[in-house]
């Protein structure tokens, strides 16, 4: 059973900055794309970015210019840089991957990491 294994959330200030990361905890093939979602209290999940395994990005719109995705194929990980860190990007932020299984595609949740950002 592939497991996600995020770190480096934390309590920042407002205008500081975060890195967080992700992996599988094995051997994956077939990642069709892999990608960071949020969840503040009382709201829904919402996409905050996704990086294909060709690169391609996108992001919500309220942290495009903020924060950047990325990704090291060779191990797997995806990152996401969030820069200038206001107290709305307070949330459990979660690691998402997808995979093919032909013929569909299958997510893996990471367990969810605080981000906390204070006024």
């Known amino acids: 059973q592939v497991e996600m294994v995020e770190s480096g959330g934390g309590l920042v200030q407002a205008g500081g900055s975060l890195r967080l990361s992700c992996a599988p905890s094995g051997s994956v093939s077939n990642i069709y794309d892999m990608g960071w979602y949020r969840q503040a209290p009382g709201k829904q999940r919402e996409l905050v970015a996704r990086i294909s395994s060709g690169g391609s990005t996108n992001y919500a719109n309220d942290v495009k210019g903020r924060f950047t995705i990325s990704r090291d194929n060779a191990k797997n990980t995806v990152y996401l840089q969030m820069n200038s860190l206001k107290p709305e990007d307070t949330a459990v932020y979660y690691c998402?991957?997808?995979?093919?299984?032909?013929?569909?595609?299958?997510?893996?949740w990471g367990q969810g990491t605080q981000v906390t950002v204070s006024s």
């Open positions: 998402n991957m997808r995979r093919f299984d032909l013929p569909r595609l299958v997510d893996y």
